[in-house]
């Protein structure tokens, strides 16, 4: 009874839309021999390509035998549009924050030794 079972690849955005991308039927015959083992069996599927940035969203794949059902953890995808720029201010800031430490402390040293004369 476990021989066949279907396969569903669906995503879920973030407004819990569900979008099916892939289903099929499997049926898979047991050597004489392997019958009341268990087995594992690897899936692959390949999405591509992705189309625009509401490709974006968890992707799951789930499994049914008849009355059962097997859900994966999923896998979040982010999609960008082309030409999008990642804005990173890193090294922005510590150059603004180095030059004002260094004006600061030019202007701290000309007080002190104007201050003694």
Same mark, same amino acid.
Not at 50 to 67: F, H, I, P, Q
Not at 96 to 110: N, P
């Given at each position: 009874?476990? !021989?066949?079972?279907?396969? =569903?690849? /669906? @995503? *879920?955005?973030? +407004?819990?839309?569900?979008? %099916? ?16 083992? !268990?087995?594992?069996?690897? =899936?692959? /599927? @390949? *999405?591509?390509? +992705?189309?625009?940035?509401? %490709? ?62």
């Amino acid at each position: 009874k476990y !021989t066949k079972f279907s396969i =569903y690849y /669906y @995503r *879920i955005n973030s +407004l819990d839309q569900k979008t %099916s991308i892939y289903s099929r039927l499997e049926n898979i015959a047991i050597p004489s021999g392997e019958e009341n083992k !268990t087995a594992a069996l690897s =899936y692959d /599927y @390949r *999405i591509m390509p +992705l189309e625009n940035a509401s %490709s974006t969203g968890t992707y799951y794949c789930k499994v049914k035998w008849n009355n059962i059902q097997k859900m994966g953890k999923g896998v979040f995808v982010l999609v960008r549009d082309t030409g999008y720029v990642n804005t990173s201010y890193g090294w922005e800031i510590l150059i603004t924050l180095t030059v004002f430490l260094a004006v600061l402390s030019i202007t701290a040293t000309a007080l002190l030794l104007w201050k003694r004369k």
